[in-house]
């Protein structure tokens, strides 16, 4: 069992009694009727000494009469039974305990110092896809039940470390070197939270766990620089395919646009041919009509209608009279601003 803090127990008192009673003894000589009035003060002393105990503020006592649970002792200054009759476990139940792996802590503060040396062991794992990693983590606990956590089992501390490491190394050897190193880790860690606490709670040592992190996930050092060139071919990798998306999602609306544009220029055309190809047929329909009933009068017409269209575009006109036999021009009447 660990050693939690407990004051001093009856045989410690016993033994301390008995070695200053022989002290006395030796000391005394003959003089013994103050011998047993000295050992009385003394153990009246060592038992008012034994009497009282402190429990600090991230602290719970946890208190055995004659050998049996006999309750919690909050923060405090407390008495108890002396001689042993009344043992005091304390247990840090207000603070977080933290659970290194794969390194430790050597000096904490601003500029932490932390030491990896012989613990190649402990960090060095296997995925699933038969690659190592070495892994550093941490697991963060705090103590619910301190009766338990110290009576219902003999090295809780030692046994948290043991299911940590055995969770983290059925997880990792689950999931690929490219899931632990670098995409799902914050996942990886929520599972093996999971199963580390429903494991605990099967040992019902009462431990709440409050996280499971990892700190740093790298490959080992003889395969670091290969590694580090295939993460850096799949950012590029992932790289390209971000910009290859941004062009797709910039061309291709942009193509559907016009494609859209185009057709409906398509239709629009297309209905206005349509629209002027009847309104033609309606007029030399109408124009039909209209020569059936006087011949002579609509080829006249248009005629007249025909020149009016063509005269006008040209520069110069000349009308050729056949009876006398010249040229007549045609004066410029259809240009404006020319005197008549």
Known sequence: MQDWGQGPSGDDLEKKVIEIRDHLKNKLGPQKGILPILILV???????????????????GVVLRFGEFSGFSEPGLHFKLPFGID?????????VLKEEFGYRTVQPGVRTTYSRGGLEEESLTLTGDLNVSDVEWIVQFQVADPFKFIFNIKDPVGTIRDISEAMVRKAIGNANVTQVLTTERAQLAGEIEVGLQETLNQYDIGVRIVTVKFQDVTPP???????????????????????????????????????????????????ERINKARGETNRFLALLTEYRKAPEVTRRRIYLETMEVILPRLEETYIMDDQSGGLLPLLPLRKEGVAK
């Open 42 to 60: 003394l153990l009246l002393v060592l038992g008012g000494y034994s009497s009282f105990y402190e429990v600090d503020t991230e602290e719970t």
């Open 87 to 95: 043992q005091v476990y304390l247990v840090q139940t207000g603070r």
């Open 221 to 271: 050092d003889p395969v670091k620089d290969a590694f580090n060139e295939v993460n850096e071919a799949e950012q590029q990798k992932e790289s390209l395919i971000f910009q290859a998306r941004e062009q797709f999602n910039r061309e291709v609306p942009r193509a559907r646009g016009q494609a859209k544009q185009a057709l409906q220029e398509a239709e629009g055309y297309a209905v």
